[in-house]
C-alpha cells in the first residue's frame, strides 16, 4: 500500500500536470491495463511469475499487486489533482521550490483526502483477496494470507465450521474499524475529484 500511494501520488501528479504527448500515452496504456479483466491474465501470470522465480513468495505477491493497483489509483490522483490550481505550482517555483519540495511540501498535504480514499481502498481490497493468495501461495505453508489460512479449514469430506466462522470474524473486524475510522476521509475523497468546475 505505501509503495502503491508513493507511485501512484506523483506519477498521478506528473501526468496530469506535463500534457505532454507522453503523458497522453501513459494515461491510454494504464487504461488498457484496466480493462483487461483478472481472470483473462491469472494462468499467464502465473506461469509468467513461476519462469521468473518469485512464485509461491511474498514479495512475487507484492510485485504483482502493485502492477495491479498502480494504474487505477494513479487516475484517482490525476482527477484529484486536476481540482488543485497550477497557480500554487508557479508561486512556489518563483519562491524557490525544486520539483521535489514543492510535491512534498505543497500538493502532497493538499491531497490528504485523496491519500486516504486510495489507502483505504488498497488495504480493503488486498486485505479481503482471496483469489490471487491462492493462485501464488496456495503450494506454501509458511506464508499463507488470513483467507488462505481459514479457507484451510475446509476440507475435501470435512468443514470445521467453527473455526472458519471465528476466522471469518477475525478477518472482517480489522477493516471494519479501518472503514469506519476513515469513513469521512473515503467520501470526500471520492467525491472531490469526481466534479470539475
Do not use: H
Not at 519540495?101 to 491519500?115: A, E, G, V, W
Not at 469430506?157 to 473515503?186: G, H, V
Amino acid at each position: 500500500v505505501l509503495l502503491t500511494l508513493i507511485v501512484c501520488s506523483l506519477a498521478g501528479y506528473k501526468i496530469q500536470r506535463t500534457r505532454s504527448k507522453i503523458s497522453k500515452i501513459t494515461k491510454s496504456y494504464m487504461a488498457i491495463g484496466q480493462m483487461v479483466p483478472f481472470a483473462v491474465i491469472m494462468v499467464p501470470l502465473s506461469q509468467i511469475l513461476g519462469k521468473l522465480g518469485i512464485n509461491n513468495n511474498l514479495p512475487g505477491l507484492l510485485f504483482v499487486y502493485c502492477a495491479m493497483y498502480i494504474p487505477m489509483m494513479t487516475f484517482v490522483y490525476s482527477g484529484y489533482c486536476d481540482s488543485i490550481s497550477e497557480q500554487l505550482d508557479e508561486a512556489a517555483t518563483i519562491d524557490g521550490c525544486n520539483q521535489f519540495q514543492l510535491f512534498t511540501r505543497i500538493i502532497f498535504p493538499m491531497l490528504k483526502s485523496c491519500t486516504a480514499t486510495v489507502t483505504i481502498i488498497n488495504v480493503m481490497w488486498i486485505w479481503n483477496d482471496f483469489l490471487l493468495p491462492l493462485l501464488m501461495l496456495g503450494g506454501r505453508k509458511s506464508s499463507k494470507t488470513l483467507q488462505l489460512a481459514a479457507y484451510s479449514f475446509m476440507g475435501q469430506y470435512k468443514m470445521e465450521w467453527q473455526n472458519i466462522m471465528s476466522a471469518a470474524i477475525l478477518i472482517i473486524i480489522p477493516a471494519l474499524i479501518l472503514y469506519l475510522i476513515f469513513q469521512k476521509s473515503i467520501i470526500k475523497g471520492v467525491v472531490a475529484g469526481a466534479v470539475k468546475g
